[in-house]
């Protein structure tokens, strides 16, 4: 289980094949479909979060931490390839949390971590990125307009200017909770109502016996990092594990 949040030499980030900068000279003639669409993550099983969401996620979805970083992801499904959250409309279920990581799609920022800005780019999916041909309107944004940004980018923008942001602040926070020593690798056997068994392997869980037998000094350090938070909403997503059982349960086997 893994799901990269970020650029690496030799990798793009979870959901995206080939961003582009947004620039007029590529984009000024087309525009962003608005269509509330998440077919793009219809196959995702594990979809990253970022700390100041796990709150509201935490009554959805397992919250699990994965990777090199231990970064947060919400389990959205038991078998490879099957996003129990996404219908084949590519609808998410209601009343469910939609993660803010795919909620920003199609944009995303890029760059390297000494670049002094990152540079707001656009997936170039052929179902998002349409040519306007005169045909803007509700369902179609432009990117450009009068000469200059539209309020489409304006808020692409500022929406992943914030998930940058929180996205520092997560791993800032998972630095401190993987250099605790509470995080332990686990395995969760799913056993479904047609008596189906699924495995879910590949990721790190809280340790609570190592998180009460903390010293006061240890305790105090999660405290002052602001680590309390996530760790308490992540042992309290362990209850959505039902959650995800219900929504399987609704799929034809």
Not at 3 to 28: C, I
Not at 91 to 103: N, S
Not at 180 to 194: A, F, M, P, Q, Y
Request: hydrophobic share 40%; aromatic share 8%.
């Amino acid at each position: 289980m893994a799901a990269s949040t970020q650029n690496t030499p030799n990798t793009l980030p979870l959901f995206y094949k080939s961003p582009e900068a947004v620039s007029p000279e590529r984009h000024g003639d087309k525009g962003v479909a608005q269509t509330g669409n998440y077919s793009f993550a219809a196959k995702a099983i594990v979809i990253p979060l970022m700390a100041a969401e796990m709150p509201t996620a935490m009554r959805s979805y397992p919250i699990v931490f994965s990777g090199p970083d231990f970064m947060p992801m919400v389990v959205t499904g038991i078998r490879e390839g099957e996003n129990l959250f996404i219908d084949d409309k590519g609808k998410w279920a209601a009343p469910h949390y939609v993660p803010a990581y795919a909620g920003r799609y199609p944009f995303i920022l890029a760059g390297g971590e000494t670049d002094e800005r990152l540079t707001l780019c656009i997936e170039n999916d052929p179902a998002r990125l349409l040519g306007l041909d005169g045909k803007a309107g509700p369902d179609v944004k432009p990117l450009f307009e009068n000469g200059g940004k539209s309020e489409v980018i304006t808020s692409a923008l500022a929406f992943c200017e914030q998930y940058q942001g929180m996205f520092v602040k997560t791993r800032q926070i998972m630095k401190v909770i993987a250099d605790s020593g509470l995080l332990v690798e686990r395995t969760s056997k799913i056993s479904l109502e047609d008596g189906q068994n699924f495995n879910i392997t590949g990721f790190h869980l809280v340790d609570e016996a190592k998180l009460l037998a903390m010293s006061d000094e240890d305790f105090l350090k999660l405290r002052k990092a602001d680590a309390l938070a996530t760790i308490y909403c992540h042992l309290a997503s362990m209850n959505s594990w039902t959650s995800l059982l219900h929504q399987a349960s609704l799929r034809k086997s």
